[in-house]
């Protein structure tokens, strides 16, 4: 069982940066892929990005150029910078652990960002 704790979510205004963390209770260097999801009120959850063991980084096209993805194997520890946010990043935002690539296996209790003026 893993157990993955996220962090760092708030409200912010339109243009304000975030540094979200997910903390995991076991180590991540035989996680193959971690990942952030994103979940807006009415809506699916989506994939915003992930990252594999060998640092290989994909991207949402609504997030790219804003987000980036980094993992520290040594914590434990998956990090989501978020900058230029914009009203539609609204959401409960998601860290997740694939162990084989195959598809998330464990996910976290989610931390809100809210983006609003």
């Known amino acids: 069982q893993v157990h993955l704790v996220e962090a760092g979510g708030g409200l912010v205004q339109p243009g304000e940066s975030l540094k979200l963390s997910c903390e995991a209770s076991?180590?991540?260097?035989?996680?193959?892929?971690m990942g952030w999801y994103r979940q807006a009120a009415g809506k699916q959850r989506e994939l915003v990005a992930r990252?594999?063991?060998?640092?290989?980084?994909h991207y949402a096209d609504a997030v790219k150029g804003r987000f980036t993805i980094s993992r520290d194997n040594a914590k434990n520890t998956v990090y989501l910078q978020i900058n230029s946010l914009k009203p539609e990043d609204t959401a409960v935002y998601y860290c997740?652990?694939?162990?084989?690539?195959?598809?998330?296996?464990?996910w976290g209790q989610g931390t809100q960002v809210t983006v609003s003026s």
């Open positions: 997740n652990a694939d162990y084989t690539g195959s598809g998330p296996d464990y």
């Open positions: 076991v180590s991540i260097f035989g996680i193959y892929v």
């Open positions: 990252i594999t063991t060998g640092g290989t980084s």
